[in-house]
């Protein structure tokens, strides 16, 4: 069973659609998909499995990552109209979610490559659990990154790590005893911990909670020692200052994407 397999089970139960169930037998449906505001769509592939699990057709008619104006049929199903009922509400929350995140990052990333065609804007780990691996696609066919996925792939020492072991120096060198992963980045708070960090070569430092000016200052400092450390911005970022950050950054990272959005507007309308 898988993700979608679940997501059924959980809106249909044992007993399945009990309403469509006790009003219809083998009538066929023909129904559109209408995006109801402008938005970059995503989701399209994920509704594609649900229908056809219900056992519906559907016929896609614009790609995921396609920026889409109102009114905008982006897809049609056609099939036993209680197959396409069964898999209504489940397909619209996934395109109306997954197009939510996709739209609002395609802005962020728009408004901060204005500035610095080289920055990125990347997604955190506040997603919505069950849910992370569609929140971070949308955020990727908005033009995102999706940046670290789960503890497993990659080393962030935060700051309760450090607090753990004692200094940003002891815990650099403790990752990097390791030697099993290749890419180290630590998060830091001050220019003490900064420039610790540039000395000992990480590959990425993370300055978290710093104020737009504060950054930049850092940042200049930690160039000055290691030119090719990675500087990535997080905490505290919003779409009103995210463009404060994106002149000296080379990724921003915000939790917002994945946790704040509001979703799109979409319906499947049946003829």
Do not use: W
Not at 36 to 63: D, H, P, S, Y
Not at 65 to 72: C, I, M, P
Not at 224 to 232: H, S, V, Y
């Amino acid at each position: 069973m898988d993700d979608i397999d679940r997501f059924l089970k959980e809106d249909i139960g044992e007993e399945g659609d009990i309403t469509s169930n006790s009003l219809f037998t083998d009538e066929v449906g023909h129904a559109h998909i209408i995006a109801k505001e402008n938005c970059v769509v995503a989701g399209l592939e994920e509704i594609k499995m649900i229908f056809e699990r219900t056992g519906a057709q559907i016929e896609l008619l614009v790609n995921d990552g396609a920026f889409v104006k109102e009114k905008t049929i982006v897809a049609e199903v056609k099939g036993p109209v209680r197959s396409i009922l069964m898999g209504e509400r489940l397909a619209l929350n996934f395109i109306c979610k997954m197009s939510g995140i996709a739209s609002e990052t395609k802005k962020l990333v728009d408004k901060c490559r204005n500035i610095n065609p080289y920055v990125s804007v990347a997604a955190t780990r506040k997603t919505t659990p069950g849910f992370r691996r569609y929140e971070k696609k949308a955020v990727m066919l908005g033009g995102g990154e999706s940046h670290r996925y789960g503890l497993y792939d990659a080393i962030i020492i935060k700051d309760n790590h450090i607090k753990c072991v004692g200094s940003v120096e002891e815990a650099i060198k403790r990752a990097k005893q390791k030697g099993i992963y290749e890419v180290v980045e630590v998060e830091v708070e001050n220019e003490k911990d900064a420039k610790m960090a540039a000395k000992m070569k990480v590959d990425a430092i993370m300055l978290d909670n710093c104020t737009p000016k504060d950054a930049e200052v850092l940042a200049n400092k930690i160039r000055e020692i290691n030119a090719d450390i990675l500087i990535e911005i997080s905490g505290a970022i919003n779409p009103d200052n995210i463009v404060e950050y994106a002149s000296f950054a080379n990724r921003i990272s915000l939790g917002y994407l994945t946790h704040s959005i509001k979703s799109k507007d979409f319906s499947l309308e049946l003829e």
